[in-house]
């Protein structure tokens, strides 16, 4: 039997390419669109697939949340995978760590923010927006 390599590639907006084997990627079950299901509040954020609202929305490398962009730095897998994420959203960078439990009708998550830092001024990144921010 021949082993194979999968790997995945990302281009981020700053044309850098980065590699991913799929050791390195979420798993598939939590990749699509999300909402938070707000019946069941706990000390985790819980997320179900859905249409509408979209709360989150999970790539295989990294994920996309209002006004925050976070990729996948490591993943450690496991009975819960822990994933180091390093984030990015209106004027402010961050490392966060979380913990991903899946479960039969989604997954949740709790996260933990470490190493922020102010790298601009979140009134001006609004204000200045290209993608369709006043301005």
């Not at 390419?17 to 390195?24: E, L, N, P």
């Not at 909402?35 to 989150?56: G, K, L, T």
């Not at 490392?95 to 009134?123: C, F, H, M, N, Q």
Request: charged fraction near 25%; hydrophobic fraction near 35%.
């Amino acid at each position: 039997m021949q082993g194979r390599l999968l790997l995945g590639l990302e281009v981020d907006p700053g044309w850098h390419i980065r590699y991913h084997s799929m050791m390195d990627m979420l798993p598939a079950v939590i990749v699509g669109t999300f909402c938070i299901a707000y019946e069941n509040i706990s000390d985790a954020i819980i997320y179900r697939r859905c249409d509408q609202p979209i709360h989150i929305i999970v790539g295989p490398t990294g994920f996309e949340a209002n006004e925050t962009s976070c990729q996948l730095v490591k993943l450690r897998r496991g009975k819960v995978l822990l994933a180091s994420f390093s984030c990015r959203g209106a004027g402010v960078e961050w490392k966060e760590d979380d913990e991903i439990r899946i479960t039969k009708d989604g997954w949740e998550l709790k996260y933990s923010i470490r190493a922020g830092r102010k790298v601009g001024d979140p009134t001006r990144f609004i204000l200045t927006d290209p993608k369709g921010g006043p301005g």
